[in-house]
T-cell receptor, first 114, second 116 residues
Framework: AQSVTQLGSHVSVSEGALVLLRCNYSSSVPPYLFWYVQYPNQGLQLLLKYTSAATLVKGINGFEAEFKKSETSFHLTKPSAHMSDAAEYFCAVTSTSGTYKYIFGTGTRLKVLA | DAGVIQSPRHEVTEMGQEVTLRCKPISGHDYLFWYRQTMMRGLELLIYFNNNVPIDDSGMPEDRFSAKMPNASFSTLKIQPSEPRDSAVYFC??????????????FGQGTRLTVV
């Protein structure tokens, strides 16, 4: 079975500060990993994905994430937070073989302080 | 492409009534997923289809919930009878699995269901 754990349901950062949202995964097979963002009253939008190519993945809006197999982690970072980054962020995992269902973490709500 | 289209965007119904949520996936996608989002439980996978065939419905909460995909361009999620605890945002997503190198799920805008 696959799962993801997001540490911290709420994270606050000052505008211009580093954003770090944590995600750890559990998978018995090599995983595909994703970060999605959800703005209020909207669906989920893909930020970036890891599909076994480069371990450092760059996404939209200046976000990036690094796949670390030894730590079973896929943390999301952005060097400088912007007010428009305030949203809920979800980490997700799916299998590389067999079933392709996407399992989501519980989400982290990012607040950006002026 | 217009993306994944869900209807209605909002639904308010009385307890005991039948509710049908609709989804049109992105053309050419071979996987379709139904999720439910609540504050308490987050994003739960209810059921997913591959080439119109249900693959895993273990997330469907109970027999009151049913989902169909009669063709590649349409799916429904039905709740009969509805209960207040079914109030949530229901998302449909679709995906195209291209070998093992490229995959992502595209989400619709969701249907906010309120059962009173």
């Amino acid at each position: 079975a696959q799962s993801v754990t997001q540490l911290g349901s709420h994270v606050s950062v000052s505008e211009g500060a580093l954003v770090l949202l944590r995600c750890n995964y559990s998978s018995s097979v090599p995983p595909y990993l994703f970060w999605y963002v959800q703005y209020p009253n909207q669906g989920l939008q893909l930020l970036l994905k890891y599909t076994s190519a480069a371990t450092l993945v760059k996404g939209i809006n200046g976000f990036e994430a690094e796949f670390k197999k030894s730590e079973t982690s896929f943390h999301l970072t952005k060097p400088s937070a912007h007010m428009s980054d305030a949203a809920e962020y979800f980490c997700a995992v799916t299998s590389t073989s067999g079933t392709y269902k996407y399992i989501f973490g519980t989400g982290t709500r990012l607040k950006v302080l002026a | 492409d217009a993306g994944v289209i869900q209807s209605p965007r909002h639904e308010v119904t009385e307890m005991g009534q039948e509710v049908t949520l609709r989804c049109k996936p992105i053309s050419g996608h071979d996987y379709l997923f139904w999720y439910r989002q609540t504050m308490m439980r987050g994003l739960e996978l209810l059921i997913y289809f591959n080439n119109n065939v249900p693959i895993d419905d273990s997330g469907m909460p109970e027999d009151r919930f049913s989902a169909k995909m009669p063709n590649a361009s349409f799916s429904t999620l039905k709740i009969q009878p509805s209960e207040p605890r079914d109030s949530a945002v229901y998302f449909c997503a679709s995906s195209l699995i291209l070998g093992f190198s490229d995959t992502e799920a595209f989400f619709g805008q969701g249907t906010r269901l309120t059962v009173v």
